[in-house]
DNA sequence: GTAAATAGCGAAAACGTTTTCAACGATAAA
DNA sequence: TTTATCGTTGAAAACGTTTTCGCTATTTAC
């Protein structure tokens, strides 16, 4: 391996000489910074990372926090768009990315984080609620946090209030009234999501039975079909379910075939996500897209920022917006609103 | 942070003897040795890696190598259930995992390699024919590919040529005989299913048509939805398409749906793969399951063993077994077979 | 002309480890 | 008693950087 010792000796100058060539200190000669930086190129030298990292403590270096567990995190299309953009985003910025787990030995993820000195952590699919996730929040390094916000930490999320806000109006407009809400595991996406629903329906004079609103679980199949049989066996069931995600969908619309209930003809529905997978089954779904690319740079943007200006940088709330995917579940029924059934 | 100096103080003993009683060499005197334990623990000591690595030049980190461009690696289940999978498995043996990427200052993935001192290196999803993977497998690291193999070097692959075969074996047994085969890009792992194919077919004396057999695209709904087109146009259509993957076949189905031919009652069909969605969408898709985390593990135990037992460690090439997911996309036509139409 | 500022460079310390080697005292062997 | 052996410890060098500070030579200001 070449080091800065061997192009000092190649170009007659000082080891200190070629550091500050190399790294662009205003402090050395035009010319010798010129020979030093040809003899670098041709001579293939590659910066030692961990000299590097010792000497300055920047590692230039992030740390990601996934889910383990359940292995839902790496799985889930949404979040293994977030980490692919948010890698390609900070690579860009000069910092690559490792994985932080606590591992085995009973290492949480504040000691592992400190272990490979992290310039900072995203974290991102994890239960946000464990004192281990709370350590590493309250820990010295910058962190951002993504669908999940903690008081005087960055976080980005895609905007759930206006995501659940607009497919309201949307089913609305499509001449909808009654309408159900399978939704997922009560975090706060849930509840934003929640809240903008309520919003909507109150803004719309939509009334909301009790028993139209059901707690499911995000990408749990079973659930959702579950969850819509309940609904399709009420006196009074909805004409519009809007499911926590994409995949959920799968299972209410399994549920639907099994029923005998046709979608769109008997009920639309609108998923959550956007996925790839939604815009290729048929009937296309109505859903409501996460822009997780943007997710992603956003949140490796703002996390560099945290690292690189820790004192400038305020912490604050991203919010990402996202946008309706029309697709063919959800039927237009409005003319039925004159003459109801 | 504490250090070893600081340890050292604490005990009243040398730097060396407290590095040397951590690392656990026989050198260093029982109490000594616990009371310095014990003042690591208590002092939350936290080695430095950075120091660590350069003194050593071992980084305990693992590089792992996935598509970047179209990001058709961190978004693909199987994949992801591999990465997830191996990260768990060298984790468990003390190594951390960095994602390698050319980037775009023109660092190639051998040089990124170097800059970060990986120990090894893992490389999925990629294009293996690109020079710069060339450049990677010929460089100084030790490196497990996956479902992809170079001469000299280990790779992890799941039984592609018996996957197939088994498909097949079982079509055949269901009364097929014509069995059409949409296979992906000419990649070495297409070429083991097709001579699985093959093999299969040569054995069970069923004829193959040379239109039978047609290059698709993995992961490709529109690629497969036009191949099932032109297979169900001909004068003579199979009873039988075997899909790339499991995704592939959402494009089939949505063809066969257009045009009114129904599965499993008018066409048996396959997947590959065995990802989440084949279980649940209806009806379950019958496919091929790829043991993903077992390929993750593999890979990982054994890219562990190459970079400890650099010697004593041989290439080879690692076949992992899958097994056949019993779905209801195949039906028994082989009471047909007597008095055919 | 002198004094002061500046540009260009190098010596050396430091970052936190690991590891070699020598030294020491104590014990075993002769 | 002397010598060899062993177990335990420490001094110091090394890994490849970065950065401070001081030095010289040159330029600028007066």
Redesign the interface.
């Known amino acids: 391996?070449v080091t800065i010792k061997d192009i000092s000796k190649q170009c007659d100058v000082s080891p200190a000489t070629v550091s500050k060539a190399l790294n662009g200190y205003g402090d050395v000669g035009k010319e010798t910074t010129e020979r030093i930086l040809r003899a670098a190129r041709e001579m293939h030298y590659?910066?030692?990372?961990?000299?590097r990292?010792?000497k300055t403590n920047i590692?230039h270096?992030i740390g990601v926090v996934f889910e383990?567990e359940t292995?839902s995190?790496?799985?889930h299309?949404y979040f293994?768009?977030i980490?692919?953009s948010a890698?390609?985003t900070v690579?860009?910025l000069g910092y690559?990315?490792?994985?932080i787990?606590q591992?085995?030995g009973g290492r949480s993820f504040t000691?592992h984080c400190?272990?490979?000195?992290c310039d900072g952590v995203l974290i991102a699919s994890v239960d946000f609620t464990s004192p281990a996730v709370r350590e590493l929040i309250d820990s010295e390094f910058p962190t951002v946090t993504i669908d999940y916000s903690f008081n005087d930490h960055s976080c980005v999320m895609s905007d759930n209030v206006n995501g659940a806000y607009r497919l309201v109006h949307y089913l609305y407009d499509k001449g909808h009234r009654k309408i159900a809400f399978i939704h997922g595991e009560q975090t706060s996406v849930t509840q934003k999501r929640l809240s903008g629903f309520y919003k909507a329906c109150g803004e719309l004079g939509i009334d909301v039975p009790e028993e139209y609103v059901v707690e499911g679980r995000f990408h749990d199949?079973k659930v959702s079909a579950e969850a819509t049989r309940r609904l399709m066996e009420l006196k009074n069931p909805p004409t519009a379910i809007m499911y926590p995600d994409d995949?959920s969908y799968?299972?209410g619309?399994?549920q639907c075939?099994r029923m005998g209930i046709s979608i769109p003809g008997d009920l639309s529905v609108t998923g959550y996500d956007g996925i790839?997978?939604s815009q290729?089954?048929?009937p296309k779904l109505t859903t409501w897209y996460q822009d997780a690319v943007r997710i992603g740079e956003v949140s490796g943007r703002k996390l560099v920022e945290c690292i690189e200006h820790k004192k400038s940088c305020i912490a604050e709330e991203l919010l990402v917006d996202g946008k309706l995917l029309e697709g063919q579940t959800v039927r237009d029924i409005s003319a039925d609103l004159q003459n109801p059934v």
């Open positions: 391996m590659m910066p030692n990372a961990a000299a990292q010792l590692s270096n383990d292995m995190g790496l799985t299309e293994s768009q980490l692919n890698k390609n690579e860009a690559d990315i490792t994985f787990s591992s085995i000691e400190r272990y490979r000195k199949t995949f799968i299972g619309s399994n075939e790839h997978l290729v089954i048929r």
